[in-house]
Antibody, heavy 116, light 105 residues
Framework: QVQLQESGPGLVKPSETLSLTCSVS????????WGWIRQPPGKGLQWISY???????EYNPSLKSRVTMSIDTSKNQFSLNLSSVTAADTALYFC??????????WGQGTMVTVSS | ELVLTQSPATLSLSPGESATLSCRAS??????VAWYQQKPGQAPRLLIY???NRATGIPGRFSGSGFGTDFTLTISSLEPEDFAVYYC???????FGQGTRVEVK
Protein backbone atom coordinates (compact mmCIF):
# COMPACT_ATOMS: atom_id res chain seq x y z
CA GLN A 1 0.00 0.00 0.00
CA VAL A 2 1.48 3.30 -1.13
CA GLN A 3 2.11 5.89 1.57
CA LEU A 4 3.30 9.46 1.16
CA GLN A 5 5.16 11.71 3.60
CA GLU A 6 5.88 15.39 3.08
CA SER A 7 8.95 17.05 4.56
CA GLY A 8 10.48 20.49 4.52
CA PRO A 9 10.90 23.67 6.54
CA GLY A 10 7.85 24.95 8.33
CA LEU A 11 8.95 28.57 8.07
CA VAL A 12 10.16 30.39 4.98
CA LYS A 13 11.09 34.06 4.66
CA PRO A 14 9.34 36.30 2.13
CA SER A 15 11.01 36.37 -1.31
CA GLU A 16 12.79 33.09 -0.63
CA THR A 17 12.13 29.67 -2.17
CA LEU A 18 9.88 27.10 -0.52
CA SER A 19 11.21 23.56 -1.01
CA LEU A 20 9.27 20.45 -0.09
CA THR A 21 9.85 16.74 -0.62
CA CYS A 22 7.39 13.87 -0.73
CA SER A 23 8.78 10.44 0.10
CA VAL A 24 6.98 7.49 -1.46
CA SER A 25 6.86 4.12 0.31
CA UNK A 26 5.13 0.91 -0.68
CA UNK A 27 5.47 1.59 -4.39
CA UNK A 28 7.66 3.08 -7.08
CA UNK A 29 7.62 6.74 -7.98
CA UNK A 30 8.00 5.71 -11.64
CA UNK A 31 4.63 3.96 -11.82
CA UNK A 32 2.19 6.81 -11.33
CA UNK A 33 1.52 10.50 -11.80
CA TRP A 34 2.05 12.68 -8.74
CA GLY A 35 0.80 16.04 -7.58
CA TRP A 36 1.05 18.86 -5.07
CA ILE A 37 -2.03 20.57 -3.61
CA ARG A 38 -2.18 23.27 -0.96
CA GLN A 39 -4.78 24.65 1.43
CA PRO A 40 -4.46 28.11 3.01
CA PRO A 41 -5.69 28.24 6.61
CA GLY A 42 -9.47 28.05 6.72
CA LYS A 43 -9.79 27.89 2.94
CA GLY A 44 -10.28 25.38 0.16
CA LEU A 45 -7.95 23.23 -1.91
CA GLN A 46 -5.72 24.61 -4.66
CA TRP A 47 -3.86 22.37 -7.09
CA ILE A 48 -0.22 23.38 -7.64
CA SER A 49 1.50 20.86 -9.91
CA TYR A 50 1.36 17.40 -11.49
CA UNK A 51 4.10 15.23 -12.95
CA UNK A 52 4.94 11.85 -14.37
CA UNK A 53 8.42 10.35 -14.33
CA UNK A 54 9.51 10.65 -17.92
CA UNK A 55 8.58 14.26 -18.45
CA UNK A 56 4.88 15.12 -18.40
CA UNK A 57 4.53 18.15 -16.14
CA GLU A 58 1.63 20.53 -15.55
CA TYR A 59 1.48 23.60 -13.37
CA ASN A 60 -1.35 25.77 -12.12
CA PRO A 61 -1.34 28.74 -14.51
CA SER A 62 -1.57 31.16 -11.59
CA LEU A 63 1.65 29.75 -10.09
CA LYS A 64 3.46 28.52 -13.20
CA SER A 65 6.12 31.24 -13.25
CA ARG A 66 7.25 30.33 -9.73
CA VAL A 67 6.84 26.54 -9.54
CA THR A 68 9.15 23.66 -10.35
CA MET A 69 8.35 20.03 -9.67
CA SER A 70 10.83 17.18 -10.03
CA ILE A 71 11.16 13.45 -9.40
CA ASP A 72 14.19 11.66 -7.93
CA THR A 73 13.92 7.98 -8.78
CA SER A 74 17.06 7.07 -6.80
CA LYS A 75 15.38 8.25 -3.59
CA ASN A 76 11.83 7.32 -4.64
CA GLN A 77 10.59 10.81 -3.95
CA PHE A 78 9.37 13.95 -5.68
CA SER A 79 9.82 17.59 -4.85
CA LEU A 80 8.27 21.03 -5.12
CA ASN A 81 10.05 24.37 -5.36
CA LEU A 82 8.03 27.58 -5.13
CA SER A 83 10.07 30.75 -5.55
CA SER A 84 9.55 34.34 -4.44
CA VAL A 85 7.09 33.39 -1.74
CA THR A 86 4.80 35.85 0.02
CA ALA A 87 2.39 35.57 2.92
CA ALA A 88 -0.23 34.39 0.41
CA ASP A 89 1.76 31.16 0.03
CA THR A 90 1.21 30.27 3.69
CA ALA A 91 -0.69 27.00 3.56
CA LEU A 92 -0.89 23.32 4.37
CA TYR A 93 0.90 21.57 1.52
CA PHE A 94 -0.12 18.06 0.47
CA CYS A 95 1.50 15.62 -1.91
CA UNK A 96 -0.74 13.09 -3.61
CA UNK A 97 -0.88 10.25 -6.13
CA UNK A 98 -3.03 10.63 -9.23
CA UNK A 99 -5.19 7.79 -10.48
CA UNK A 100 -8.18 7.86 -12.83
CA UNK A 101 -8.34 11.65 -12.98
CA UNK A 102 -8.39 12.02 -9.21
CA UNK A 103 -5.99 11.99 -6.28
CA UNK A 104 -6.41 8.69 -4.48
CA UNK A 105 -3.54 8.67 -1.99
CA TRP A 106 -2.52 11.73 0.04
CA GLY A 107 0.23 12.60 2.46
CA GLN A 108 -0.76 13.98 5.83
CA GLY A 109 0.29 17.48 4.81
CA THR A 110 2.95 19.87 6.03
CA MET A 111 2.25 23.41 7.18
CA VAL A 112 4.42 26.13 5.68
CA THR A 113 4.33 29.66 7.03
CA VAL A 114 5.86 32.56 5.13
CA SER A 115 7.06 35.18 7.57
CA SER A 116 10.15 37.18 8.36
CA GLU B 1 -11.31 28.50 -17.33
CA LEU B 2 -13.38 25.84 -15.64
CA VAL B 3 -15.17 26.81 -12.44
CA LEU B 4 -16.86 24.31 -10.14
CA THR B 5 -19.58 25.77 -7.93
CA GLN B 6 -20.74 23.73 -4.97
CA SER B 7 -24.03 24.20 -3.16
CA PRO B 8 -25.11 24.67 -0.53
CA ALA B 9 -22.13 26.12 1.31
CA THR B 10 -23.35 24.51 4.52
CA LEU B 11 -25.78 21.67 5.07
CA SER B 12 -27.20 21.21 8.58
CA LEU B 13 -28.55 17.71 9.11
CA SER B 14 -29.04 15.09 11.81
CA PRO B 15 -27.48 11.63 11.89
CA GLY B 16 -29.59 9.20 9.90
CA GLU B 17 -30.78 11.83 7.45
CA SER B 18 -29.85 11.87 3.78
CA ALA B 19 -27.48 14.49 2.37
CA THR B 20 -27.49 15.78 -1.20
CA LEU B 21 -24.53 17.89 -2.31
CA SER B 22 -24.36 19.65 -5.65
CA CYS B 23 -21.42 20.53 -7.91
CA ARG B 24 -22.07 22.56 -11.05
CA ALA B 25 -19.44 23.03 -13.75
CA SER B 26 -19.19 26.23 -15.79
CA UNK B 27 -18.83 24.11 -18.95
CA UNK B 28 -19.52 20.51 -19.85
CA UNK B 29 -16.96 18.14 -18.34
CA UNK B 30 -18.45 14.81 -19.40
CA UNK B 31 -18.24 12.52 -16.33
CA UNK B 32 -14.76 13.11 -14.97
CA VAL B 33 -15.68 14.53 -11.58
CA ALA B 34 -14.30 13.32 -8.27
CA TRP B 35 -15.52 13.91 -4.73
CA TYR B 36 -13.43 14.14 -1.55
CA GLN B 37 -14.18 14.26 2.15
CA GLN B 38 -11.99 16.28 4.49
CA LYS B 39 -12.11 16.33 8.26
CA PRO B 40 -10.34 18.96 10.41
CA GLY B 41 -6.59 18.44 10.52
CA GLN B 42 -6.68 15.63 7.98
CA ALA B 43 -5.87 15.19 4.33
CA PRO B 44 -8.76 14.88 1.89
CA ARG B 45 -9.99 11.34 1.23
CA LEU B 46 -11.15 10.28 -2.22
CA LEU B 47 -14.76 9.10 -2.16
CA ILE B 48 -15.91 9.03 -5.78
CA TYR B 49 -14.09 9.15 -9.13
CA UNK B 50 -15.45 9.49 -12.66
CA UNK B 51 -18.71 10.85 -11.24
CA UNK B 52 -20.13 7.61 -9.83
CA ASN B 53 -17.37 5.09 -9.01
CA ARG B 54 -16.71 4.55 -5.31
CA ALA B 55 -13.05 4.55 -4.33
CA THR B 56 -11.55 1.60 -2.51
CA GLY B 57 -12.98 1.12 0.96
CA ILE B 58 -15.72 3.75 0.66
CA PRO B 59 -19.04 2.64 2.22
CA GLY B 60 -22.05 2.07 0.03
CA ARG B 61 -23.98 4.96 1.60
CA PHE B 62 -21.87 7.32 -0.54
CA SER B 63 -22.98 7.58 -4.15
CA GLY B 64 -22.24 9.93 -7.01
CA SER B 65 -24.20 10.83 -10.11
CA GLY B 66 -24.33 13.34 -12.92
CA PHE B 67 -23.01 14.13 -16.36
CA GLY B 68 -22.14 17.24 -18.31
CA THR B 69 -22.41 20.18 -15.95
CA ASP B 70 -24.42 18.95 -12.95
CA PHE B 71 -23.11 16.44 -10.44
CA THR B 72 -24.40 15.18 -7.12
CA LEU B 73 -22.91 13.43 -4.11
CA THR B 74 -25.50 11.66 -1.99
CA ILE B 75 -24.96 10.26 1.48
CA SER B 76 -27.94 8.00 2.08
CA SER B 77 -27.96 7.93 5.89
CA LEU B 78 -25.51 10.13 7.72
CA GLU B 79 -23.23 8.49 10.23
CA PRO B 80 -21.52 10.59 12.94
CA GLU B 81 -18.19 10.29 11.09
CA ASP B 82 -19.67 11.76 7.89
CA PHE B 83 -19.86 15.32 9.24
CA ALA B 84 -17.05 17.00 7.34
CA VAL B 85 -16.29 19.23 4.35
CA TYR B 86 -16.80 17.80 0.87
CA TYR B 87 -15.09 18.95 -2.32
CA CYS B 88 -15.70 18.16 -5.96
CA UNK B 89 -12.84 18.23 -8.45
CA UNK B 90 -12.24 17.93 -12.16
CA UNK B 91 -9.19 17.01 -14.21
CA UNK B 92 -9.25 20.33 -16.14
CA UNK B 93 -6.43 22.19 -14.32
CA UNK B 94 -7.31 19.93 -11.40
CA UNK B 95 -9.98 22.42 -10.42
CA PHE B 96 -11.65 22.06 -7.02
CA GLY B 97 -15.01 23.40 -5.92
CA GLN B 98 -15.08 25.65 -2.88
CA GLY B 99 -16.52 22.94 -0.64
CA THR B 100 -19.74 22.09 1.19
CA ARG B 101 -19.67 21.73 4.95
CA VAL B 102 -22.01 19.08 6.36
CA GLU B 103 -22.64 19.93 10.00
CA VAL B 104 -24.70 18.48 12.81
CA LYS B 105 -28.07 20.13 13.16
Amino acid sequence: QVQLQESGPGLVKPSETLSLTCSVSGGSVTNYFWGWIRQPPGKGLQWISYMFYGGTTEYNPSLKSRVTMSIDTSKNQFSLNLSSVTAADTALYFCARESRDSFDVWGQGTMVTVSS
Amino acid sequence: ELVLTQSPATLSLSPGESATLSCRASQSVSSYVAWYQQKPGQAPRLLIYDAYNRATGIPGRFSGSGFGTDFTLTISSLEPEDFAVYYCQHRDNWTFGQGTRVEVK
